[in-house]
């Protein structure tokens, strides 16, 4: 299995930019599609956006489809998200997690974290209106 270490959170104005980073261990990372996913107070765990081990495809969710970009450094076993045009419905604690790049890498698939097996400790992001 490998493990994952968020950092990158914090406080900005909606507006605002950050990028999230995913530092992972203890195995071959592009042997991993990795996944972002966030939630709220209150809420459940929700997909944000999915990158195949390669980094050849990715996935968004439809509320950050335009502004988050997800991209991975294999060299450097580290997944990222970038944000852009924050907005304070983007607060949460931001997860990442990993699925083997043998099973199959599809939107139904990976929108779930039930198909995920590892996670992070995550990273909160506030963003203030």
């Known amino acids: 299995q490998v493990q994952l270490v968020e950092s990158g959170g914090g406080l900005v104005q909606a507006g605002g930019s950050l990028r999230l980073s995913c530092a992972a261990s203890g195995s071959t990372f592009r042997n991993y599609n990795m996944g972002w996913f966030r939630q709220a107070p209150g809420s459940e765990r929700e997909f944000v956006a999915a990158?195949?081990?390669?980094?050849?495809?990715?996935y968004y969710a439809d509320s950050v489809k335009g502004r988050f970009t997800i991209s991975r450094d294999n060299a450097k076993n580290t997944v990222y998200l970038q944000m852009v045009n924050l907005k304070p419905e983007d607060t949460a604690v931001y997860y990442c997690a990993s699925r083997s790049s043998e099973l199959p890498f599809t939107k139904t698939r990976i929108t779930s974290p039930a198909n995920f097996a590892s996670w992070g400790q995550g990273t909160q992001l506030t963003v203030s209106s």
């Open positions: 990158i195949s081990g390669s980094g050849g495809t990715t």
